[in-house]
């Protein structure tokens, strides 16, 4: 069996509401291989947001087990949890959050400047990845002289610019028109096989999903493929 990237297990995550809790995901588990590329969907509300913030370690479960590349993430302390996300993950949000001060190039180059890559051979990756998701004209642009769809394809790029094992994306063409999305989609994809990257993917367009190969609902708090 080919290790999983990314496993979720017995996972469960509760909200305080007034005086009770409001359980949002009662048990979820799941495994996802290098280079697979697997759909989130269910209803607004249902927690893919929650999900992809545990399995993102940016949010804590209740319970539960969260393994990136093998790594035990519930047992890291502060500074090794933002190793494996630095070194092991990436995220595309469905606004993009780019630094608005900062060039096309600049945002693709800083996490690898984080990473403790050299200036310019961050800058020269950077401009690579951006030339292969067709904005090799676009580099030197700021995040507010680009379309939604650019700046969505530089998200791309600065969230696989470190290599990382594991892609979260959180409705990531959301904001765009249906052939944008396209777009951008067909780009991700591109980056995701080439990759390996293991990608989970939430999204509400049905066609998309449809794309990739598997889709696990949330439903009542658990995962369930269709
Ligand atoms: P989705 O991304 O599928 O729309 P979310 O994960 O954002 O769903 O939210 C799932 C449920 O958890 C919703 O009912 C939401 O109101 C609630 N929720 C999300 N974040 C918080 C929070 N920080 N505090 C309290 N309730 C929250
Ligand atoms: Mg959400």
């Known amino acids: 069996m080919s290790e999983a990237a990314l496993v979720l297990s017995g996972v469960r995550k509760s909200y305080r509401e007034g005086r009770g809790r409001l359980p949002v995901l009662t048990g979820v588990d799941c495994r996802v291989a290098p280079g697979e590329m697997v759909a989130l969907v269910g209803p607004s509300g249902s927690g893919k947001t929650t999900l992809l913030q545990i399995a993102g370690l940016l949010d804590q479960a209740d319970e539960g087990e969260v393994r990136i590349e093998g790594i035990d ?106 052939r944008t999305a396209d777009h951008v989609f067909g780009a991700l994809v591109d980056l995701v096989r080439d990759g390996r990257v293991a990608s989970l993917i939430a999204t509400h367009n049905t066609g998309l999903a449809a794309r990739m190969d598997r889709r696990l609902s949330l439903q009542d708090g658990v995962l369930v493929e269709e």
């Open 73 to 178: 993430c519930a047992a890291l302390g502060d500074a090794a949890r933002t190793r494996v996300r630095r070194d092991r993950l990436g995220f595309v949000y469905q606004f993009h959050h780019l630094l608005a001060e900062f060039t096309a190039v600049e945002n693709v180059a800083l996490p690898q400047r984080i990473a403790g890559r050299g200036k310019a051979e961050a800058r020269a990756h950077a401009a690579a990845l951006l030339d292969r998701l067709g904005l090799k004209e676009r580099l030197r642009h700021r995040p507010g002289e680009l379309s939604g769809g650019e700046r969505q394809r530089v998200a791309i790029a600065r969230a696989v610019a470190n290599g990382p094992a594991v892609l979260l994306a959180d409705e990531p063409t959301g904001n765009l028109d249906h």
